[in-house]
Nanobody, 119 residues
Framework: QVQLVESGGGLVQAGGSLRLSCAAS????????MGWYRQAPGKQRELVAV???????NYADSVKGRFSISRDNAKNTLYLQMNSLKPEDTAVYYC?????????????WGQGTQVTVSS
């Protein structure tokens, strides 16, 4: 079994910052790409940022220059530093990881953490 557990969400005023974490645990041989997604009420889940095992990153246009994704491979942990937050960043944020176990690749999701930005 593999688990992804997010933490760090909460309520913050516009212009503030939050740091999300996502810890992977369980039967893991290796972790490939990891990413953050978000889903606002009444909207589809959307990609926020992704990072490969080698550290290459990609961001949604709406968060470029404000958010930074990083990972600690030794700790199997993913981070999302969110600065200059806007009310439109309000959503449930989900962690995702492509993990190799038993010689196969599987996609896993965390349970989500709520981020609320007040104006």
């Amino acid at each position: 079994q593999v688990q992804l557990v997010e933490s760090g969400g909460g309520l913050v005023q516009a212009g503030g910052s939050l740091r999300l974490s996502c810890a992977a645990s369980g039967s893991i041989f290796s972790i490939h790409a990891m990413g953050w997604y978000r889903q606002a009420p009444g909207k589809q889940r959307e990609l926020v940022a992704v990072i490969t095992s080698g550290g290459s990153t990609n961001y949604a246009d709406s968060v470029k220059g404000r958010f930074s994704i990083s990972r600690d491979n030794a700790k199997n942990t993913l981070y999302l530093q969110m600065n200059s937050l806007k009310p439109e960043d309000t959503a449930v944020y989900y962690c995702s990881a492509t993990i190799k176990r038993d010689l196969r690749l599987y996609d896993y999701w965390g349970q989500g953490t709520q981020v609320t930005v007040s104006s």
